[in-house]
């Protein structure tokens, strides 16, 4: 069964979107069919932008995911989901990676030197104002390993979705040629 069959199975119609109350406002913003049908490049977009946008710090992430959606003409519904990906287990380590990649990029200039990475002691009642703190103390290798770690992902994203589809649409492919050869009376291998 192909990818967009799948995922069809989650997702709305576009006539169902087009007519929604919470859609028709944003007039022709939210309705270019780009934004709903699955396809190749719509859904291998959207997971790009909801990889890149997922890295977002705190719930800007799918305000960022439908604006990239939207300006790209992805699919907005899978780049929303994309942006899952990070979560409270495991957006520490991916900001964590994200700073060791600026290090490693940052750290290439003459001089420059950066103090070992610690992580705060946070509990579930303090996260909220010691994250963000933290964060803000890690400063330009953060910053940029986090642009970096996000296009890294989204890249990684795009082209997984890609070739995944291309995988399935092959395998198709050989189903359809393996049934038309058995009703046509030659047995032959797929």
Known sequence: MMLSRHLKKFLPEYETVKQSCWIRPFGSWLQH???WHLH?????????????????PGPFQLLGAAILSVTFRVNLPVAMFTTLYTNPFT??????????LGVFVVGQQ??????????PDMNWSNWYT?????LLTLGEPFAIGLLLLAALLAVVGYFAVRVLWFWM??????KRLARRAITNGHASKP
């Open 110 to 119: 003459e001089g420059a030197t950066f103090s070992p990475l610690v992580i």
């Open 91 to 100: 957006i520490l380590p991916l900001y964590i990676v994200a700073y060791k």
């Open 40 to 56: 190749r490049r719509s859904v291998a977009g959207g997971v790009a932008v909801g990889m890149f946008c997922g890295l977002i």
């Open 33 to 35: 069919p780009n934004l």
């Open 169 to 174: 649409v092959m395998r198709e492919w050989k």
């Open 130 to 134: 010691i994250l963000p703190n933290w």
